[in-house]
């Protein structure tokens, strides 16, 4: 009888223990309207990406509550405009995450008490920093957009002082997450394409590109396309930051249509929708 249970524990335990890893193998990306997204690593690690979730008509009604999010690590701000990083001071206090961004926003968002600078990390283009442990490596990579915050989201502004109505926020970027496994995630943040988006490919070669497609304030479904089938070449995409206000309103059908035959998996998921690799 011991010998059946101790046979019974022991096979228990060696399914815990294989299917436990197989379970945790998988990345989680949940993108959650405009530019917002959640990324869990497969050791349970989890970054957000510009944070815009109670305003963003976009964002399913549970996210708008920020607790809904769990246990935030990490946040990534790729620039100040109010689209990116309305909740991030809520969010930053709630989680106690590290917050990275480029030098003068941070630096800014820091002094004037919307994030705890002890917290952040303010870095630039061609940096990479490691602040969840050597296993993840988050690289900031150029953007071709304009940066700045504006005071009266950030609740801020005085209109008696006639000061400035927006801070400084030195240059917009993407990020290259480099996970425990080597999976790569490229998010754009808003850009134009650039020439240089080659050697994202060229030094990261991401797995999967989050890349904006809405037009106006970045690239539109047909510079999109010309962007990942030219330049990024990554596996995957996620198209993003589209259909938010009606000046985005340009669609994943169109570029899929711009992408023609190009060997490149667009997910064409819905906020909200979890994807896993
Ligand atoms: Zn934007």
């Given at each position: 009888?011991v010998?059946?249970?101790q046979?019974l524990?022991a096979?228990a335990?060696?399914?815990?223990?294989?299917?436990?890893?197989?379970?945790a193998?998988?990345?989680?990306?949940?993108?959650l309207g405009?530019a917002t997204?959640r990324?869990t690593?497969v050791?349970?690690?989890?970054i957000?990406?510009d944070?815009?979730l109670?305003k963003?008509p976009?964002?399913p009604?549970?996210?708008?509550?920020l607790k809904a999010?769990?246990?935030?690590?990490l946040?990534?701000?790729t620039?100040g405009?109010?689209?990116?990083?309305?909740?991030?001071?809520?969010?930053a206090?709630l989680?106690g995450?590290t917050v990275?961004?480029?030098?003068?926003?941070?630096?800014?968002?820091?002094?004037?008490?919307v994030?705890d600078?002890s917290k952040?990390?303010?870095?630039?283009?061609g940096?990479?920093?490691a602040?969840?442990g050597?296993?993840?490596?988050?690289?900031?990579?150029?953007?071709e957009?304009?940066?700045?915050a504006g005071?009266?989201?950030l609740?801020?502004?005085?209109?008696?002082s006639g000061?400035?109505i927006d801070?400084e926020g030195?240059?917009a970027?993407g990020?290259v997450?480099?996970?425990?496994?080597g999976f790569k995630i490229?998010?754009?943040?808003?850009?134009h394409?650039?020439?240089d988006?080659?050697l994202?490919?060229?030094?990261?070669?991401?797995?999967?590109?989050l890349?904006?497609?809405?037009g106006h304030f970045?690239m539109?479904p047909e510079?999109?396309?010309?962007?990942?089938?030219?330049?990024i070449?990554?596996?995957?995409?996620i198209p993003?930051h589209?259909?938010t206000?009606p000046v985005?309103n340009r669609?994943?059908a169109?570029?899929?249509?711009a992408?023609?035959d190009a060997p490149?998996?667009?997910?064409?998921v819905?906020?909200?929708?979890a994807?896993r690799?």
């Amino acid at each position: 009888m011991v010998l059946i249970r101790q046979l019974l524990i022991a096979s228990a335990l060696a399914l815990f223990f294989f299917s436990g890893p197989v379970m945790a193998a998988q990345i989680e990306v949940l993108w959650l309207g405009h530019a917002t997204t959640r990324i869990t690593s497969v050791n349970g690690k989890v970054i957000v990406i510009d944070p815009f979730l109670k305003k963003n008509p976009k964002t399913p009604l549970k996210y708008k509550d920020l607790k809904a999010l769990g246990k935030v690590d990490l946040i990534l701000v790729t620039h100040g405009h109010n689209d990116h990083i309305r909740d991030l001071g809520e969010l930053a206090q709630l989680s106690g995450a590290t917050v990275v961004g480029v030098w003068e926003l941070i630096r800014n968002l820091g002094a004037l008490g919307v994030i705890d600078a002890s917290k952040s990390i303010a870095m630039n283009k061609g940096g990479t920093v490691a602040p969840l442990g050597r296993g993840i490596k988050i690289h900031m990579v150029p953007a071709e957009h304009s940066s700045s915050a504006g005071l009266r989201t950030l609740g801020l502004y005085n209109p008696e002082s006639g000061g400035p109505i927006d801070i400084e926020g030195g240059a917009a970027v993407g990020y290259v997450i480099e996970l425990e496994n080597g999976f790569k995630i490229y998010h754009s943040g808003d850009t134009h394409v650039f020439g240089d988006m080659a050697l994202i490919h060229k030094f990261y070669a991401p797995d999967l590109a989050l890349v904006c497609i809405g037009g106006h304030f970045t690239m539109d479904p047909e510079r999109a396309a010309y962007a990942v089938r030219e330049l990024i070449k990554p596996k995957s995409v996620i198209p993003i930051h589209y259909g938010t206000i009606p000046v985005i309103n340009r669609t994943p059908a169109e570029f899929k249509a711009a992408l023609g035959d190009a060997p490149i998996e667009v997910l064409d998921v819905k906020p909200g929708q979890a994807t896993r690799f």
